[in-house]
């Protein structure tokens, strides 16, 4: 069972987490990575979701530029 959390580091650098869905005494893997920001992954990728638009799809491209044994 996977359970995700979004919490902020609070005072001195830590992090509390309270009314885990887990039994007392179970073990659990902690893994931490930054939120990352909506607004920050359009910048980084500024043509995801955009449409494509493909001139002369079925044509050749760079047919002169193969070395093709003879």
């Known amino acids: 069972m996977e359970h995700r959390i979004e919490a902020k580091v609070g ?3 830590v992090i509390v987490l309270e009314n885990l869905p887990f039994p007392e005494g179970d073990a659990v893997d902690i893994i931490i990575v930054p939120h990352q920001d909506v607004e920050h992954a ?11 638009r493909y001139d002369q799809p079925l044509m050749p491209v760079a047919e002169d530029e193969w070395n093709l044994p003879s």
């Open 11 to 13: 005072p001195d650098r």
């Open 42 to 52: 359009k910048k980084e990728y500024p043509l995801r979701g955009k449409p494509i």
